[in-house]
């Protein structure tokens, strides 16, 4: 990809030896890349702490579109559970942050051991995953964060927009595929998985969560029945 390439070069004149290796995990590693809709997540193992300043001036010269957004660690930290690193410096969203926790979770180390690409370093680096760990803080996200964020889409004007159909039909759908499989997996599996296990009562709200993802015509005409159909969906899938 152009903007990897750029990344890449930049950082290299910036800081020569700096960037040892670049992987890509999210929907890239997974299969499930959408142009126009899909950020390009990254990790990027360097030889040395590396400094905000520098990461501002890296960032200037990036395209604002697609979001470049990723994380910056060392090999040590891969081998690491990454609930025990301290927050460390990242690109989200095209702002440069200087210490945060986003993106240093064990879904991020699951998806590059499961299938990261590597586009600098070895092909398959020495990374920490703790399977019961992850599925845990699985269980413990649909319970912690999307049975309150459906009890606020009952009132909630952003439940009538698309993105917030998507973000939840489509979001609790991979958390309950990603325990069934053992491994972390795409949104757009977990569509279908959604509707092979739910059944075909759910495949109207299913597929328009899809549609919005992946591009087609609306499956809905009105907004309050979308909003229905997104909650009763939720309401099914977090019972499990």
């Given at each position: ?86 927050p460390g410096p990242a690109i ?122 992946c591009g087609g015509s609306p ?22």
């Open positions: 990809m152009k903007v990897i390439d750029e990344f890449l070069a930049r950082a290299d004149t910036l800081a020569p030896g700096l960037v040892e290796g670049l992987y890509l995990h999210g929907s890239i590693a997974l299969g499930d890349y959408r142009p126009g809709v899909s950020d390009i997540d990254f990790v990027a193992v360097t030889s040395a702490p590396a400094a905000p300043d520098l990461l501002r001036r890296l960032h200037r010269s990036l395209p604002r579109r697609p979001h470049l957004d990723g994380i910056f660690v060392t090999r040590d930290d891969l081998r690491r559970d990454p609930a025990t690193l301290p989200h969203e095209n702002r440069v942050l200087a210490a945060t926790d986003f993106e240093r979770n064990l879904v991020t180390w699951h998806v590059l051991a499961q299938g990261g690409v590597a586009v600098r370093g070895p092909q398959h680096p020495e990374i920490f995953t703790d399977w019961p760990a992850l599925a845990a803080r699985t269980r413990d996200n649909l319970e912690s964060y999307w049975r309150p964020w459906t009890r606020r889409m009952r009132t909630h004007p952003a439940a009538l927009t698309a993105a917030a159909v998507s973000w939840g039909v489509l979001g609790v759908a991979r958390l309950r595929n990603t325990l069934e499989a053992g491994r972390v997996t795409a949104k757009t599996d977990a569509g279908e998985f959604a509707v092979r296990t739910y059944g075909s009562r759910w495949e109207p709200i299913v597929g328009e969560a899809l549609r919005i993802r499956r809905f005409r009105n907004p309050l029945r979308r909003r229905a159909e997104m909650l009763a969906f939720l309401t099914r899938a977090l019972t499990h």
